[in-house]
C-alpha cells in the first residue's frame, strides 16, 4: 500500500483549479473581478478564440507591488481576508486566493504592474523566476495564454467556441449592469464587441447591454428595510423574455444566483406576464456583509441570507408598487 504524503504545490493547484477555472469564461470573471476589487475605473477585456488562444484584461486599478507579485500566484494568498473574523464581512469579490495560483496552473500567464505609473514590472510564472522592469502604467495588465494546454480532457470538454464565446459576453454584461461607474470594453477578436461608458447611469448601461428600447421601457425602483437597500430597474412587462437570464440580482456588487429572490421578482410582477415568462430585472441590493455568507461555493453565486423573508417581501412589495405606481396592477385597496 503507498504511504501518505501532501501533494506537491504544482498538483494541488491543478486539482483546486479544477474548480475555480471550469472554462474560459470563469477565468474573465476571476481576472475582472480582481480589477474591479483593485478599484479600476476602466477595464478592457481582450478575447482571442474564445478565450482559449488568449484572455487579456488591462485596468488602471491600484496595482501589485513587487514584491508581491510572485506570493499573488500561491494558492490561499490574497490582500483581501487577514483575521479569522474579516471571513465575516467580505466586501471584496474574491477572498480566497485561489484565481491567479489556479490560472497560472492550467495555462501561461503574463502579468505587469505598476502601482504609482512610475515604476512597472512584469512577471511570467511559468517561464521564470524573475521580475523583470515593464512600462509604467497605473494598473495592471494580464495576459492568459493558451488556456488548459496542460489538461486534455478539459479542452475536449469545451465543444463550441461560439458557445464559449457567448459566455464570456454574458458575463462582461453582467459586469457592466453590477458596476455603471466602471468603463468596460470588451475586443473579441480584435474588434469592440460592447463597452460602456462608466458614467454611472444604470439606463445608459442598460442601453448598452439590451437595447436603447429597453432602457426606454424601465422603471426606477427603490426601497429600504432596516436591514436591506434596494434599487434597479426593471422592464415594463411587455417586454419579456422565454428563460429567466434576463433577471439579474447583485448583492453587495456581486451577481449571484437565488431561486427565492427570483420568485419574488415574479410575484411583483403578479399576473401582468404571460406565464413561462420572465421579465427584464436589474436588482442592486446593498446589506451590512455580516447578514450573507459568500462562502457556499467557489465561484461565490450562490449566498446564503439571513432575514431572507425580509429581502424576499421587499422585492416583491417594491416591484408590485411600482407597477401598481403606472396603473398596470389593480389597487389591492377596495373603494368604499
Ligand atoms: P483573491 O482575489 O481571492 O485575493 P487572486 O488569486 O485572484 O485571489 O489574487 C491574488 C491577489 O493578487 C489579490 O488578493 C490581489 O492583491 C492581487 N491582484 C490580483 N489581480 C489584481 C489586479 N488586477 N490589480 C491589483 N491586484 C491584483
Ligand atoms: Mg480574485
Not at 432596516?226 to 415594463?236: C, E, K, M
Amino acid at each position: 500500500m503507498n504511504r501518505i504524503h501532501v501533494l506537491k504545490h504544482s498538483l494541488a493547484d491543478k486539482i483546486a483549479a479544477g474548480e475555480v477555472v471550469e472554462r474560459p469564461s470563469s477565468v474573465v470573471k476571476e481576472l475582472v473581478e480582481n480589477s474591479i476589487d483593485a478599484n479600476a475605473s476602466m477595464i478592457t477585456i481582450e478575447i482571442e478564440e474564445a478565450g482559449l488562444k488568449r484572455i487579456r484584461i488591462v485596468d488602471n486599478g491600484h496595482g501589485i507591488y513587487k514584491d508581491d507579485m510572485k506570493l499573488a500566484f500561491n494558492r490561499h494568498a490574497t490582500s483581501k481576508l487577514k483575521e479569522d473574523r474579516d471571513l465575516f464581512h467580505i466586501r471584496t469579490l474574491g477572498f480566497r486566493g485561489e484565481a491567479l495560483a489556479s490560472i497560472a496552473s492550467v495555462a501561461e500567464v503574463s502579468i505587469s504592474s505598476s502601482v504609482d505609473g512610475i515604476e512597472g514590472y512584469q512577471y511570467e510564472p511559468n517561464q521564470s523566476d524573475e521580475i523583470t522592469p515593464s512600462i509604467a502604467r497605473q494598473g495592471t495588465d494580464i495576459s492568459v495564454s493558451h488556456l488548459f494546454y496542460n489538461t486534455p480532457a478539459r479542452l475536449k470538454y469545451i465543444k463550441s467556441l461560439q458557445t464559449e464565446q457567448a459566455k464570456i459576453t454574458n458575463i462582461i454584461q453582467r459586469m457592466m449592469l453590477a458596476h455603471p461607474e466602471i468603463a468596460f470594453k470588451l475586443k473579441v477578436d480584435g474588434k469592440v464587441s460592447i463597452q460602456s461608458t462608466g458614467r454611472g447611469s444604470m439606463t445608459e448601461v442598460i442601453k448598452s447591454v439590451y437595447s436603447t428600447q429597453i432602457a426606454k421601457d424601465s422603471l426606477v425602483i427603490d426601497g429600504h428595510t432596516q436591514d436591506y437597500d434596494l434599487t434597479g430597474l426593471i422592464v415594463r412587462p411587455h417586454h419579456f423574455r422565454s428563460s429567466n437570464h434576463y433577471i439579474s440580482i447583485f448583492i453587495n456588487g456581486r451577481y449571484i444566483k437565488n431561486y427565492k429572490l427570483n420568485k419574488a421578482i415574479l410575484e411583483g410582477y403578479k399576473t401582468l406576464l404571460p406565464i413561462g415568462k420572465f421579465p427584464i430585472v436589474v436588482l442592486h441590493l446593498t446589506m451590512d456583509p455580516q447578514i450573507i455568507d459568500v462562502n457556499v461555493h467557489p465561484t461565490k453565486e450562490e449566498v446564503r441570507l439571513s432575514k431572507e423573508n425580509e429581502l424576499f417581501e421587499l422585492i416583491r412589495d417594491t416591484i408590485q408598487q411600482k407597477m401598481q405606481s403606472i396603473q398596470l396592477i389593480p389597487s389591492k385597496v377596495s373603494s368604499k
